[in-house]
């Protein structure tokens, strides 16, 4: 893959913030995408970062810093719903045309 | 527009058998994908294709065909099923271009026994 790496676990209690880290490396960057996949379910599309930054949507924004290959999913304001796994993907044009580089995913349990 | 839809939704084999699962999009998407995804892998590219007759091999492709005659419709094919083969199939599709968010389809249970 593209070397990309996010933490295994992560848990938080309700109304708390919590930040996900990704970092990867690419040879022809495009976009980073974060999807969120409840168990059970397919993963559905939450950010897309491809210039340096914060895009903030709701309670969840997403960062990127394109010169040190990392970017952070932070969500605001827990919900129990929130207790998912966060899926980090990266498009790289360098490697190969028409796909994603997915990481193995931060699973979120979120406390009462 | 029900988006991807994917064909069957469980499916239990025997070692030795084979299955065709049917992906479906109606977006007009130029690209699609299959994926299979098993507990602390995450999403492994299987095939992938970026247009009508044409796929390309991801990852993990042993084991697997796949087929693009139509442009809304990608099937994956297991000629000879394998335990190891047990997973949560998803297709995913997307537009192509310069922005490539994908699609997934519900996904497909596999056990092959």
């Known amino acids: 893959g593209q070397n990309i ?18 970092t990867y490396q690419t040879s022809g960057f495009n976009g980073l995408f ?20 914060l895009e903030e949507k709701g309670r969840f924004s997403s960062f990127l810093s394109r010169s040190k290959g990392y970017s952070y999913l932070l969500l605001k304001e827990l919900q129990m719903k929130d207790s998912a796994s966060y899926l980090c993907a990266v498009d790289d044009r360098g490697s190969t045309l028409g796909r994603l ?10 406390w009462p | 527009n029900a988006g991807v839809t994917q ?44 247009g009508e007759g044409t796929t390309a091999k991801g990852e993990v492709p042993d084991g697997y065909n796949v087929s693009r005659l139509k442009k809304q419709n990608f099937l994956l094919g297991l000629e000879s099923a394998a335990p190891s083969q047990t997973s949560v199939y998803f297709c995913a599709s997307s537009r192509g271009g310069s922005y490539n968010e994908q699609f997934f389809g519900p996904g497909t249970r596999l056990t092959v026994l």
Request: proline share 4%; net charge negative; glycine share 8%.
């Open chain 1, 101 to 110: 580089y997915f990481g193995r995913g931060t699973q979120l349990t979120v």
């Open chain 1, 34 to 53: 974060w999807y969120q996949q409840h168990a059970g379910e397919a993963p559905t599309f939450l950010s897309y970062n491809v210039l340096d930054g």
């Open chain 2, 7 to 50: 064909t069957p939704k469980f499916r239990v084999l025997k070692t030795g058998q084979s299955m065709t699962l049917l992906c479906a999009q109606d977006m007009n998407h130029e690209y699609m994908y299959w994926y299979r995804q098993d507990p602390g892998m995450g999403l492994r590219l299987i095939h992938y294709s970026v």
């Open chain 1, 5 to 22: 790496d996010q933490p295994t676990e992560m848990t938080a209690t309700e109304g708390a913030i919590v930040q996900i880290n990704c």
